[in-house]
Each structure stands twice: as C-alpha cells, then as structure tokens.
C-alpha cells in the first residue's frame, strides 16, 4: 500500500480549469461539435472582470444574509405580535359583550318584577 501525495496527477487531471473560470485551463484540446449545440466561448464572452464582479456579488449576498434573516425574523416577530393584539382585542369585546349582555338580563328582571308588582 503506498502513501498518495496530497497533488497527484491523477487529482489534477479530474479538476478543470478555475472556479471562475473552468474552461480557461482545460489541458484537453476542444473538437468540432455540433453546428446546433454552442460553446460557452462562443455563446458568452465571459472575462476576468466578469468572474470578479460574480465572485464580489456571491461575497455581498452572503455578507448581506445576516440582515436578510433578521428582517425575516422581525417580520414574523411584527406579525405574530399583531395577530396576538387582535385576539387580546377579540377577548375583550366577548368579555364586554358577555357583561352587555348579563346587564341586559338583570334590566329585564328588574322591568317584569316592577310591572308585575
């Protein structure tokens, strides 16, 4: 059994060309392909700058996702409160409603005792 060295030929050959650019050190030399099917070369002329501002624009979003998920988290935060006022609102009118009501009923215990006395 012999000890693999961490950069061995067999590990180059399978990775391709950079994150940002893969194609640009591709070892293989490219062949005719079909009339109907595009290279990404002649389809999009990606360049250095175009892989830098894609690299600086994945960097902002995951710097920006922190924010992201605290506006989420207060979004929810700010509804779950809302919908927690409104039931509390809800309570209170049955509760002011059963007293209108248990009011009402003594006002007409009281009106028949007086027109029956």
Excluded: C, F, W, Y
């Excluded at 994150?19 to 290279?39: E, F, G, V, Y």
């Excluded at 039931?87 to 027109?115: N, S, W």
């Amino acid at each position: 059994m012999s000890p693999r060295r961490h950069g061995s030929p067999a590990r180059r050959t399978a990775a391709v060309g950079t994150i940002d650019n893969p194609s640009a050190l591709d070892p293989r030399p490219r062949t005719k392909q079909d009339p109907t099917m595009t290279s990404l070369n002649e389809s999009t002329a990606h360049t250095h700058s175009d892989a830098t501002v894609v690299r600086q624009n994945r960097t902002r979003d995951m710097q920006l996702m922190p924010e992201s998920l605290a506006r989420v988290h207060i979004q929810d935060r700010l509804r779950e409160a809302h919908s927690e006022r409104r039931a509390l609102r809800l309570r209170q009118a049955r509760r002011l409603q059963r007293r209108a009501e248990r009011a009402t009923l003594r006002a007409r215990r009281a009106l028949a005792m007086a027109v029956m006395q």
